[in-house]
């Protein structure tokens, strides 16, 4: 399965959410929405509240709440 192949690159995939292109960001947030399909809700959860408590921290909130609705959507729109 997909899902699971990018399991093991969730800290990568974070980290390409702060690129400067916005093709790379949207496409890093569907492939991580895509990931969390495979992993426990528990810990979707967990990384959804890490990603939104990033928000607080950036100046820039609208690409970072279109990237949390991709990973919640589990980058249906991929």
Known sequence: MIASHYVPRISWLKQLLSHVDLDTR??????????CSAIPPATSSDLISELLSAISKTS????VVHQIELLVSGGDNF
């Open 60 to 63: 820039n909130l609208r690409f």
């Open 26 to 35: 949207e496409s890093a947030a569907r492939l991580l929405g895509i990931a």
